[in-house]
């Protein structure tokens, strides 16, 4: 097998996400429900945006976070994503890129801005997002290089872009890739929404062996296998892929590979700020441990520190030193 020139390249949503404190009035007079996440048009992306507060602007998107913690952990990231020729765009662009990960896919004017989601925190910490996927969700084949991808030690994919048609293609094309290359493949089921709208096609995906790493958390896991039971879950979806990883917020992780399992408890954390991105950093913690050969638990480990880090303060990005937090596992 050739060398790996990337450990991770990951494919998803180019966002800008936009971050607000809100109260849980704010919520109920917007009709919004609390901890969900929803897909808006470029209107009501105007007309919400026109009523936040005080707003902190970063480059997100579920696999951007994932890529943007693999490069915190010293690991060699790529992402794959489509912005649009715009403020925002450049803005995503640079951010990334200022964060050491890879990111070559080329600006298209597709007739949409970059995509932004409005992500509305409140007190208690649960985040509320409505994301205008704009440009995102018109990501090509054409986009992909295939180099990178057989370059690249594992694939990584988020559940998000699997919505729209033309990306969905794209990332059918990237799996198939990085099947042919030898590559390991990795999905996250990235929200129960696109669960309940995509549960087909994942489990073809499933059955048909194209996932070596599969991550959820329990709602996702539960979705998937249409038993409201963790353990039930796991059982029905455990043997369709390599290495089944579920997250279980305050409860830790477990993971099962190969027939063994493992479980990690949630790292210890000082105040829980803002739970965005706690399950893109989980992945990426993992994915390096994986790409280094750490095994499952230690890998585990690795994830809930990411975590444990992110949900400390507001964004989805690490702020702290990951590799010291991290210690030796990373050494």
């Not at 790996?4 to 009035?25: E, K, S």
């Not at 990411?306 to 030193?321: K, L």
Request: glycine share 10%; aromatic share 6%; with cysteine.
């Amino acid at each position: 097998m050739p060398d790996t020139r990337l450990d991770v390249l990951c494919i998803g949503n180019a966002i800008v996400d936009v971050i607000a404190n809100a109260t849980d009035d704010f919520l109920s007079a917007e009709g919004l429900v609390k901890g969900s996440m929803r897909l808006i048009d470029a209107d009501e992306a105007e007309r919400l945006y026109a009523h936040l507060g005080p707003a902190h602007q970063v480059s997100g998107g579920s696999a951007g976070n994932t890529a943007a913690g693999v490069a915190a952990l010293g690991a060699r990231a790529g992402f794959v994503g489509q912005v649009a020729p715009d403020q925002l765009g450049n803005f995503y662009r640079h951010d990334l890129t200022a964060a050491g990960v890879e990111f070559t896919t080329p600006p298209a004017d597709v007739g949409a801005p970059t995509a932004r989601s409005m992500i509305l925190v409140t007190p208690d910490g649960h985040r509320t997002m409505n994301t205008f996927l704009g440009a995102a969700q018109h990501l090509p084949i054409s986009a992909l290089d295939e180099a990178q991808i057989r370059s690249s030690a594992i694939l990584y994919l988020e559940g998000y872009l699997w919505d729209p048609e033309t990306p969905r293609y794209a990332m059918l094309r990237a799996i198939e890739v990085a099947r042919q290359a030898g590559r390991k493949v990795a999905f996250t089921l990235s929200d129960t929404f696109c669960v309940d709208r995509h549960r087909d096609g994942f489990n073809v995906l499933l059955d048909e062996g194209r996932i070596d790493i599969l991550f959820a958390n329990q709602a996702e896991i539960e979705a998937l296998a249409g038993v409201p039971h963790l353990e039930s879950a796991v059982a029905a979806v455990k043997d369709k892929v390599s290495t089944l990883v579920v997250t279980r917020s305050e409860d830790g992780a477990l993971g099962m590979s190969g027939g063994h399992g493992a479980t990690a408890p949630a790292a210890p954390i000082g105040q829980l700020v803002d739970t965005t991105g706690a399950g893109d950093l989980f992945a990426a913690g993992f994915l390096v441990g994986e790409a280094r050969g750490l095994g499952l638990e230690p890998s585990l480990r690795l994830g809930a520190i990411c975590a444990a880090e992110v949900i400390q303060h507001f964004g989805a990005r690490p702020e702290t030193d990951l590799k010291a937090l991290a210690g030796e596992l990373v050494a």
